[in-house]
């Protein structure tokens, strides 16, 4: 299964519409992968907050037209990303979408975890309260975007829902970047699942990103990883080798606490 992260650069002075349209050439250009990744609200900027509300679209918006006509001209699952969903009540969210190679959208996941702490998307955005499995034809992808890498007990939840590869979009800053690559390898270690992690680059709202997206294996190596600056990193995944590590170093089976109840599921599979 090959993959392809866009660490798409989100730089002052450029209009949406202008990145939305460099965006989906850039997911065009992908045509020889199976899976497409784009970043966290790559349209705006997950720090430009001043423009949430002006920028915010339903899930049938134009990012999705866009997007959608993209993984049909690749030919290609992509996981376009977040953008700020305006719900029907006028609610915003911070929601990740996936468009089959058919271009048709196979699923949506609401950020759970809203980061700044009372201020920001904390408090402009509405929490998501489902995770979120895809089935791909080789595996299941699991979704996470930015601050949810932070809890640990989320992506246990997606273990649980039947993921082997989690996919985090997000729009880190450079300041904790070290941050950003520790986490990545922990969840990839204690879910023994792929991590397919992809960062905004640039610099947006004041705040520099911090690029560096990176592909992580189930027993944590890193197996490639981007620069600062716009670019996309395609690395090459063995899909059996989740199963035979979790066979080969079976830690899964003594988990004791955080365990699903009989009849009970850890999460909700789905969009």
Known sequence: MRAS????????????????SRAAELVREQGGSDLVVLPELWTVGAFAYEQF??????????????MSKAARDAGVWLHAGSVVERAGDGSLYNTALVLSPAGELAA??????????????AVL???????????????????ATCYD???????????????????????????RRAHWTLLNRARAVEDQSY???????????GVEQSGHSLVVDPWGEVLAEAGPGECVLTVELDPAKVAATREQFPALKDRVLGLRTPGGAAGRAGS
């Open 5 to 20: 992260l866009i660490q798409i650069a989100v730089n002052e002075g450029e209009s949406v519409g202008s990145r939305r």
């Open 149 to 175: 890498l932070r809890f640990p007990e989320q992506f246990r939840g997606l273990v649980d829902a039947g993921a082997t590869t989690m996919v985090v979009s997000a729009g880190w800053p450079a300041r």
């Open 125 to 143: 955005m509405s929490a998501g309260d489902s995770l979120t499995t895809v089935t791909l034809p080789e595996q299941t992808l699991g979704l």
């Open 108 to 121: 949506t996941y609401r950020k759970i975890h809203r980061f700044g702490f009372d201020q920001g998307e």
């Open 53 to 66: 509300e002006t920028e915010a679209e339903p899930l049938d918006g134009p990012t999705y037209e866009a």
């Open 195 to 205: 991590v397919l992690a992809c960062a905004l680059a640039g610099t947006h709202a």
